[in-house]
């Protein structure tokens, strides 16, 4: 066993885990000028907050379940969130096909009430219960920026060229895409300029309460060295692993509970030609997404299955691929088979364990307990959505506020994220620009670079007059210049970090290009520290 290197000072607050809730966490808690220390055991956004289905939304299918709460404050966040990250989120129409003959084997609330009430429905979903609940989601938030739900005729509309010729009617509603393992790191970067220290691939070993602090031993997996850090406050934020942190780590007892529920999707060949997406309702009483990925593709998902253990990794299943592919086949006219994939992937989503009877059913709300009977206090984190992130981390600051204080109050809702400093419309004219300053850039690759970086995209060219200027070619418009910024600004360490998480160009880059990555990051890496 190691022996400890050296002892670090004390911080007001030590946060274990480096996805969307303990990035949003330690921004927030910096910002309010909090000494904090992060340590993710891997790289940022590695686990479940890379693997969502890239939505801010309201989540229409919980208001069957009468989370009127939850859907609220996520609607609300939509346009808060835009305005914040321009860059890395954007509205998009959701198209919700409706045949008068569908049925659905459903347990939510709203189903029970519905046979009850008319049970000459038969597990139908009424035409007006649909419009119901997307008035309520046009009108529970206080939408302003985002156009409201109209009707879509489609044997006219382009919506409905790629669909089966029985579905004539749908409704087209409005939510938000996010770039969610780029928002998790940017919230960490934003974090660090506020003062926070963040370290990625820091293993917690051990915590435990030595009087009025928390003494929290750390190991580098890469390199072995151990420290350990001292806090006056814990912040459990290890996502799928809380519950293994609160019962080994950091040894506190509890009664809350996290229910692993495992989330698979499946990105094919692009399957029809225009940017809006689909709202696809199953016989099971699930539903599914289909939209516009990456420009070339369709991402489709998601299952909702009991995931027990957190150790095994999160894959998706021959099983749960057959089963994508034939619930997006009842609605698409051309059939979608296993041969359509390039790509999947997925995620292990913590959900507070309320005793659901099914994964679907459980809730997607969070849960934040704060235990202090042994000395320092230590807040768990259960649950939660990518939407609610900054409402979550500013309800973790009222569960700290009685045992530290801060200098400001709540501050986020109004500040841009790192390059996000420009309108909600402002894609376009930044694009342009971008393509006026360096002709050498393609619409392509511009468009990238902005939807990425936004105003930090000019940082990344610099000087560059054309693409040699900006070093090696690592394919599909990366260059050695953006890798460089990668490393040095956004914790990027391995070409996984860079082709998977800080970017999607791992369906573009083939195994040898990305081995190349990686060697020249390796090699970069060892003449620095050389």
């Known amino acids: 066993m190691s022996a400890i290197q050296s002892t670090e000072g004390v911080s007001d607050l030590f946060v274990i885990g480096g996805g969307i809730n303990g990035c949003g966490i330690a921004r927030d808690a910096a910002g309010r000028g909090l000494s904090v220390t992060l340590a993710e055991m891997d790289d940022l956004a590695q686990a479940t907050s890379s693997s969502s289905t890239k939505l801010f939304h309201g989540g229409l299918r919980y208001l069957e379940y009468f989370e009127f709460r939850l859907v609220r404050e996520a609607l609300i966040e939509r346009e808060t969130l835009l305005r914040a990250m321009p860059h890395i989120s954007w509205p998009m129409r959701f198209v919700l096909p409706y045949h008068p003959s569908m049925r659905f084997e459903s347990e939510t609330p709203t189903s029970k009430l519905l046979s009850t009430v008319m049970p000459w429905m038969k597990g139908r979903r009424p035409a007006w219960l649909i419009r119901l609940g997307l008035f309520m989601y046009d009108h529970l938030g206080g939408r302003k920026i985002l156009p409201g739900t109209r009707t879509v005729d489609l044997k006219s509309d382009p919506a409905g060229a790629p669909l089966r010729p029985d579905f004539e009617t749908a409704y087209e509603y409005s939510d938000c895409w996010v770039e969610d393992s780029r928002l998790v790191v940017l919230n960490a970067r934003d974090a660090q300029a506020h003062g926070a220290k963040i370290m990625t691939r820091t293993r917690v070993l051990h915590a435990a309460r030595e009087g009025d602090l928390w003494a929290v031993e750390v190991e580098d997996r890469e390199t072995g060295a151990r420290r350990m850090h001292r806090a006056k406050m814990l912040v459990n934020a290890g996502g799928p692993w809380v519950g293994k942190l609160l019962k080994g780590a950091i040894e506190v007892e509890t009664r809350e509970g996290v229910r692993l529920v495992r989330g698979s999707h499946i990105v094919t060949k692009r399957l029809y030609d225009h940017d809006r997406c689909y709202f696809f309702q199953g016989t099971d009483g699930r539903i599914i997404f289909a939209i516009p990925y990456e420009s070339d593709f369709t991402l489709i998902g998601t299952t909702d299955a009991d995931h027990p253990d957190p150790s095994q990794p999160a894959e998706c299943t021959p099983e749960e691929q057959d089963y994508l592919c034939r619930f997006a086949s009842r609605y698409f006219e051309r059939e979608v088979t296993r041969e359509d994939i390039v790509w999947t992937y997925s995620g292990v989503r913590p959900l507070y364990d309320d005793g659901a009877s099914s994964a679907t059913a459980a809730t997607r709300d969070y849960t934040l307990t704060v235990d202090a009977t042994g000395g320092a206090p230590v807040l768990n984190v259960f649950g939660g959505k990518i939407t609610t992130y900054r409402r979550l981390a500013e309800s973790a600051m009222e569960k700290i506020a009685p045992f530290l204080a801060t200098e400001r109050g709540d501050w986020t809702a109004g500040a841009p994220l790192p390059g996000g400093d420009f309108p909600v419309d402002g894609v376009e004219p930044l694009i342009a620009g971008l393509m006026e300053d360096y002709p050498f850039l393609d619409a392509a690759w511009a468009r990238r670079l ?28 990366l260059r050695e210049a953006e890798v460089a910024w990668l490393v040095e600004k956004e914790y990027a360490r391995h070409a996984d970090d860079v082709l998977w998480r800080r970017s999607k160009l791992g369906l573009r880059l083939s195994e040898d290009q990305a081995a190349a990555l990686e060697d020249w990051m390796q090699g970069e890496r060892a003449a620095r520290h050389g």
């Not at 970086?453 to 394919?475: H, K, M, N, Q, V």
């Open 450 to 477: 902005v939807r990425a970086y936004g105003t930090e995209a000019r940082g990344i060219l610099g000087a560059a007059r054309s693409p040699e200027d900006l070093g090696r070619d690592f394919g599909a418009t």
